[in-house]
């Protein structure tokens, strides 16, 4: 699901004028929750992957199955 969104992102041409459009990308951070987990941790470790993400090279996916 996330993938898909990526790539909606990726090819959609946000026009900005007329005659001018912007193109955009999306790097996502996926972390599935743990039960019993606080909120917090849970999204701290989506924001890092999102980080990740970035970090090898923008506009992917990144879900870590690493505590």
Known sequence: ????IRLGIEKHAFVIERDRSLSV???IGIAQYKTGEHISAF???ADEN???AKKQGKN???LSLQS
């Open 60 to 62: 992917r996916v990144f």
């Open 50 to 52: 999102m980080y990740t």
């Open 43 to 45: 999204i701290k470790r």
């Open 25 to 27: 990308t999306a790097s």
């Open 1 to 4: 699901f996330a993938e898909r």
